[in-house]
């Protein structure tokens, strides 16, 4: 594979494997069917792995529609080159309308209010495409089912608007035990789209499946699955457990390398709070990596780590830039070895998902919170 060589500088650096994101999104294909469109959620900074690489990638390899959350991260992906529709999800805030228009971006309306708004901003410009959210169950943006009348008439009134899609989002896709639930909120947005329809409109996008949707609910496949979390190989905490899914490889790993090795008597106590004491004479490894760069605090004295293919114990306190592991069983581990915090390392791996149940999250969090100080390296074989 090759890779980027990093400059000089904190080997604290997170690799982003571009092969097995496009592995991973022709893998959900594959499973989930060609006859629906396909949307990258890359919000966020693809949750940590950088949007621009890898909405530059899965553009490459024929996705069809990316979904940002802030008219920023559009404005972005459009600066990069990217050329599918971008949807955003998030709210247009006073004095953003402008960039619809420059960087033809599309915006999801979820209140009332919010057509007229951006028809008067339309009006100067050109037509507007958007996307009408339905709050089906979620409780979050989203205009209620009660209100459909009411944007129909904002929808009919504003010539400079053109109904795109209709989108919903779910609540417990993940959850196989609450599908009635989730059952709901298809129907629900079902009706609402025949709504639509005889008032008038034909939307040519129709989506409700977020990943967890997409792989265990094939009747809210609509006629556009969002995908975020398989994308990223995010499967492990995200999918029903029980059910068939299609093969996925973690994306993301973080590695570091050991700045200094200390051999240390037994009954030390080792780091901030003096919350670790050895139990023998260990040789403990000092590396640069803390909870400014994402590495979370509540990985104290509970995460592993892996050091010349060996499972090693994260030891004391994270700090902001140091965490300590205990390396007294890798006797060759030295000054400058790899020390692989979310990864793989011959037989042995960290998933995202392991950090995760250690801090009570899901594996987005984790990935989202590898802060930008972490350098990203991408590997690609094209
Ligand atoms: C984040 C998001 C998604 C993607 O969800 P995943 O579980 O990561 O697939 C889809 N739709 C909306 C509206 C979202 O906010």
Redesign the pocket.
């Known amino acids: 594979m090759h890779s980027e060589q990093p400059t000089p500088g904190r080997p604290t650096i997170a690799t982003i494997d571009l092969e097995a994101l496009a592995e991973n999104f022709l893998s959900v294909k594959r499973f989930v069917g060609s006859d629906v469109k396909y949307m990258a959620?890359v919000?966020a900074n693809a949750?940590g792995h950088g949007a621009v690489e890898c909405s530059k990638r899965l553009e490459a390899e024929g996705v069809d529609w990316f979904?940002v959350?802030l008219i920023e991260e559009a404005v972005g992906l459009r600066n990069a080159g990217i050329s599918k529709p971008i949807l955003c999800?998030g709210g247009i805030w006073p004095g953003q309308e402008a960039s619809l228009f420059t960087h033809s971006i599309t915006p999801v309306i979820f209140r009332l209010g919010q057509v007229q708004e951006l028809d008067r901003a339309a009006a100067a410009a050109k037509k507007l495409d958007v996307h009408l959210?339905i709050d089906t169950g979620m409780g979050r943006v989203g205009l209620r089912p009660d209100e459909l009348d009411a944007v129909i008439e904002e929808l009919t009134n504003c010539k400079n608007i053109r109904l795109n899609g209709v989108?919903t989002?779910f609540a417990v896709a993940d959850d196989l035990e609450q599908s009635a639930f989730t059952n709901n909120q298809i129907d629900s947005l079902n009706i609402a789209v025949g709504r639509l329809r005889k008032a008038g409109f034909s939307p040519e996008h129709i989506d409700m499946a977020?990943?967890?949707g997409?792989i265990a609910f094939p009747r809210s496949k609509g006629t556009m699955v969002?995908?975020?979390?398989?994308l990223y190989g995010?499967g492990g905490d995200?999918l029903p457990r029980s059910i068939e899914k299609p093969e996925l490889t973690p994306v993301m790993s973080l590695r570091t390398r050991i700045a200094q090795i200390k051999t240390v008597p037994a009954g030390e106590t080792l780091g901030y709070g003096r919350t670790f004491i050895t139990a023998r004479e260990s040789r403990i490894a000092v590396i640069p990596i803390g909870y400014n760069d994402g590495y979370r605090r509540a990985l104290s004295n509970a995460a592993k780590a892996i050091v010349g293919g060996k499972f090693v114990d994260v030891v004391g306190r994270v700090s902001m830039d140091w965490t300590l592991i205990d390396v007294t069983e890798v006797s060759e581990a030295a000054v400058g070895d790899e020390v692989v915090m979310i990864g793989s390392d011959g037989e042995n791996a960290i998933l995202a998902e392991d950090l995760a149940r250690i801090c009570s999250t899901i594996s987005?969090e984790i990935t989202c919170g590898i802060t930008s100080r972490v350098r990203r390296i991408y590997s690609q074989r094209i």
Do not use: E, F, I, Q
């Not at 969002?226 to 398989?230: H, I, K, T």
């Open positions: 959620v919000k949750y979904a959350a999800l959210k989108m989002h977020n990943s967890p997409a969002r995908l975020g979390g398989v995010l995200v987005y």
